[in-house]
């Protein structure tokens, strides 16, 4: 068994995950940015690296496969530039935190899952980084450009309509 970890993975094909803020942003449905950071990556270099996992991973070794550690803030703005959208202004945590609270309140009356949990809360105002020197030495994993993540996923969402 090789396991692999990948952080926020982004890129072609998303129609839920993150592709679904490139349309939040698209349709001006986003109310603001988190302030925390992840370490978002490719892809398609995910699915590389679990190719290669197959091929040459050790059993029983994990692989975290990170990518670019940076902030929502910076995420959402090269979004934004790429679809010709202003950037949202950040949230403070204890909005966020707040606002997941009342989620959860009214979500006991609706019967309708809420958009935001305390945990999601608790997730994006946080600053973690990820460190990939495992998966880059022994699976040849690349850690890709933000900017070219964003550009490569703007493209399919454009090729597909929906942005």
């Not at 890129?11 to 993150?18: K, L």
């Not at 940076?70 to 703005?77: G, I, L, P, Q």
């Not at 979500?107 to 998966?135: I, M, N, W």
């Amino acid at each position: 068994v090789v396991i692999l970890n990948p952080a926020n993975i982004i890129g072609r094909y998303d129609r839920s995950g993150w592709g679904r803020l490139f349309r939040m942003l698209n349709e001006d449905n986003l109310p603001g940015i988190p302030p925390g950071d992840g370490s978002f990556c490719h892809a398609a270099e995910i699915a590389r690296a679990h190719i290669r996992a197959a091929e040459v991973g050790r059993s029983g070794e994990s692989y975290i496969l990170g990518g670019v550690n940076t902030s929502f803030v910076e995420v959402m703005s090269t979004i934004a530039e790429l679809l010709g959208k202003p950037t949202p202004k950040p949230v403070p945590a204890p909005v966020l935190r707040l606002l997941a609270q009342w989620n959860v309140l009214v979500a006991r009356f609706t019967g309708v899952e809420p958009e935001l949990t305390p945990d999601g809360a608790y997730s994006v105002t946080q600053h973690p980084s990820v460190a990939t020197d495992k998966a880059q030495r022994e699976l040849g994993y690349r850690v890709v450009p933000l900017r070219e993540i964003l550009e490569d996923t703007h493209r399919w969402m454009v090729e597909e309509g929906l942005v």
